[in-house]
């Protein structure tokens, strides 16, 4: 029961994965460059290297789930939101679906389907979110679509939000999505569910219920 963790090496996904550690939950960590392995070979966490822009098949075989973090981030253009946002999660979902893995857990965007009203910059990045959401939510893989806000690297809380009116505010801490994920990985009866998520002042396994 090993869930593959795409985007491994990212803020979300290396605390995903520290978390899934320390709870003994077999993952994967999906990584780039063979220079990324020694922080999760320090962490007794296993590896595979492969790129959303490139072989991908093997990396999911052997697992049953997936938790997709990566993303193509604010320092690129338009061309790799297409690739990665966009391109990278339709070939995880098809690969997921094809090999009959049991979960597909997106990490998406608030608000990603509204992309018309995102500011100027952020829609491609939106509309790649909303376009990525509606294949996985097409696909034959069950899955969960978590929407957090705005991601900031303020400390676990462990209490979120599941809407902007309860939050009275946009942020989540990348922390409190790692926990979230976390939750969802070992709530294997949550099946095709949408969450938005954000700091607040709820347990994350009342507000992801
Ligand atoms: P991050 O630190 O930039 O991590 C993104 C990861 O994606 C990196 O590890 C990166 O790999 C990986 N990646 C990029 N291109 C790839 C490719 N071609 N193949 C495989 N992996 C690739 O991002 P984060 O802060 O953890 O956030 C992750 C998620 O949150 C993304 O899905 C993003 O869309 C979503 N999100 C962000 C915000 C926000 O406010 N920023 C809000 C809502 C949702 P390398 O380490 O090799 O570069």
């Known amino acids: 029961m090993k869930t593959l963790v795409i985007g491994a090496n990212g803020k979300i996904g290396r605390q995903f994965c ?3 550690k320390a709870d003994g939950v077999p993952v994967r960590a999906m990584i780039r460059d063979s220079n ?4 999760f070979q320090e962490r007794s966490i296993e590896t595979v290297i492969a790129d959303l822009e490139g072989n991908l098949r093997h990396a999911f075989y052997g697992c049953d789930q997936v938790v997709f973090a990566a993303g193509s981030g604010p320092h690129t253009g338009p ?3 297409l690739m990665i946002d966009l391109h990278g999660a339709v070939r995880a979902t098809d690969l997921a679906s094809e090999l009959g ?3 597909f857990v997106m990490v998406s965007a ?3 389907e509204e992309p018309l009203v995102a500011p100027d910059k952020m829609r491609p990045y939106m509309a790649a979110k909303h376009a990525a959401d509606a294949h996985l939510r097409a696909a034959r893989v069950p899955h969960v679509i ?5 991601l900031t690297d303020e400390q676990a809380s462990q209490h979120v939000a ?3 009116e309860e939050a009275g505010d946009n942020r989540v801490s990348r922390a409190n999505v790692a926990h979230a994920l976390l939750h969802l990985v070992q709530n294997r009866h949550l099946l095709d569910r949408e969450f938005m998520l954000l700091d607040g002042e709820r347990a994350i396994a009342d507000v992801l219920a």
Do not use: I, M, V
């Open 18 to 20: 520290e978390l899934a």
């Open 36 to 39: 990324q392995q020694r922080w």
């Open 79 to 81: 061309d790799k939101t």
């Open 101 to 103: 893995l049991s979960r």
């Open 110 to 112: 608030l608000r990603a």
């Open 146 to 150: 978590l929407k957090p806000g705005r």
């Open 162 to 164: 599941g809407s902007l």
